[in-house]
């Protein structure tokens, strides 16, 4: 399984909105599990970086850019926040 299968299914995931309240963390929560069971850098979607989140969730039909963008730059802030823990 890959990143943009991932976000595939988080996004159709959103879209069908089966819980009412609580879908995104769910969501986003799934996507973290996914990431981590296929070996891919797992990321956390940070308050200030919400607009963009919410933006390439609407937008995904027409351009899978920005939704995925805003989740390689949530990797990579993940990514150096645990390569800070790690390497002391």
């Not at 973290?32 to 390439?56: D, Q, S, T, V, W």
Request: proline fraction near 2%.
């Amino acid at each position: 399984m890959s990143l943009e299968n991932i976000i595939d299914f988080h996004v159709a995931f959103e879209k069908i909105h089966p819980f009412s309240d609580g879908n995104g963390r769910v969501g986003r929560l799934v996507m973290f599990k996914e990431c981590l069971k296929n070996n891919i850098m797992p990321f956390i979607i940070e308050n200030e970086h919400k607009a963009f989140y919410y933006r390439g969730i609407r937008e995904y039909d027409n351009t899978k850019g920005y939704l995925k963008d805003t989740i390689l730059q949530s990797q990579d802030n993940f990514n150096e926040m645990v390569s800070y823990f790690f390497s002391k």
